[in-house]
């Protein structure tokens, strides 16, 4: 009995709304976030062009990235 317990209290763990409401801040480097700013300003919204230039980071992490930078909610 004591397992099913276990399962129970992980799944609630896993798919507590607080959880994914942390994990969806993107962090930057300060070098990363004055290229995206830079990058912004030459191009605009071209998350993808602005994602090319930074190795490792995804058009959608950079979008998310701006978009909290320019949202009073993140």
Known sequence: MATSENSSSDYRLTTSPEVNQKET???FSK???ALVIRMYNLVGERWDLIAG??????AEEIKKYWMCRCSTNC
């Open 53 to 58: 230039r930074i190795p490792g980071r995804t």
């Open 31 to 33: 070098d990363e976030e």
């Open 25 to 27: 801040r993107v962090q």
